[in-house]
């Protein structure tokens, strides 16, 4: 069985650049056998978060949120791809994950991407994101997979533009990152099946 990966997507300006990273995420994952959901706020169209899917009345849940629930319990790993707004992460993130509590995350892995539009590539949004993933239930992988100037280094389909300055740093993460992200994926999922604590 495949390692499901579910890839959420933190922006819903229009003309984000952030679809860039969350596809060029989906085409790794996707590369190394795994079956990626690509949740992206937009198309699911969701409210801002006011109240836990848990709380809410089975007859009065949007089916975008049911089948969010279903994606996220299905999935194994998560990938967060985030842009930096003002040195933090995307509300947009903690909107959509907050209606969760906490069994569609826990003993479950995360890997963290962000970007910019700028030189840093979004770290300090990286690092402000760990605890958050980690409150949540998900042991996130201790490498960042950050885009810095992302409009230069992508397509809008996600492929590395041609002759782009940081398109050697990048690979040279995902050679990493996204093995590292499959291991604890797999790992886990081997030990949810034997029980938890
Ligand atoms: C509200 C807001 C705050 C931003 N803050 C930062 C920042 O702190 N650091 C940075 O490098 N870029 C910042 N930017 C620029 C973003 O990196 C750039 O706009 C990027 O394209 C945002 O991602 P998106 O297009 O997918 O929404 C900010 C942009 C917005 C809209």
């Known amino acids: ?3 499901v990966v579910s890839v959420i997507l933190g922006s819903v300006r229009p003309g984000r650049q952030g679809i860039r990273a969350a596809k060029y995420v989906q085409k790794q994952l996707e590369a190394l056998d795994a079956k990626v959901h690509l949740i992206d706020p937009v198309a699911l169209d969701i409210p801002l978060f006011g109240q836990r899917f848990d709380y809410i009345p089975e007859a009065d849940r949007s089916p975008a949120l049911v089948d969010l629930h279903a994606k996220f319990t299905e999935s194994d790993a998560f990938v967060v791809v985030t842009p930096e707004y003002n040195h933090t992460y995307s509300p947009v993130i903690s909107s959509l994950l907050n209606y969760f509590y906490h069994n569609e995350f826990y003993y479950k892995v995360a890997g963290i991407a962000s970007y910019t539009m700028g030189p840093y590539g979004g770290v300090r949004a990286a690092i402000q994101l760990r605890p958050y993933l980690g409150e949540l239930g998900l042991v996130t992988i201790p490498k960042i997979l950050p885009f810095p100037v992302i409009q230069a280094l992508l397509n809008e389909d996600g492929s590395v533009q041609a002759g782009a ?5 990048l690979a040279a993460v995902s050679r990493t990152f996204f093995p590292e992200l ?7 999922k081997t030990a949810r099946a034997a ?3």
């Open 195 to 197: 029980g938890t604590p």
């Open 182 to 188: 499959l291991w604890y994926a797999q790992a886990q």
């Open 1 to 3: 069985m495949a390692i």
């Open 165 to 169: 300055a940081g398109a050697d740093g």
